[in-house]
């Protein structure tokens, strides 16, 4: 199986910087490892949507979607739980 390609967006990292390094250091492997495999175990399709994933990450959750066609993981928002849905 090819891996996919994950492409973090603007917000997303802006997301990611706000973080305290103890949560990034938890964050960063499973967001990679989205590449190998974009819907792990875990991970639940957001309703109400087309193509948004969710994976939590402790009180974190990374949003994303997946274009199975051009092998792409598109990273939408990275934040606490309380605040990500917004």
């Not at 199986?1 to 706000?18: C, D, F, L, T, W």
């Amino acid at each position: 199986m090819a891996a996919y390609q994950v492409v973090v967006s603007k917000q997303a990292a802006k997301e990611i910087e706000k973080l305290t390094p103890k949560v990034v250091q938890r964050i960063i492997p499973r967001i990679v490892a989205l590449a190998d495999n974009p819907r792990p175990s875990g991970c639940k399709k957001l309703e109400g949507s087309q193509d948004l994933y969710r994976i939590r990450v402790g009180d974190y959750r990374v949003i994303y979607s997946v274009e199975d066609m051009v092998l792409v993981v598109d990273v939408r928002r990275v934040a606490h739980r309380r605040d990500v849905y917004d």
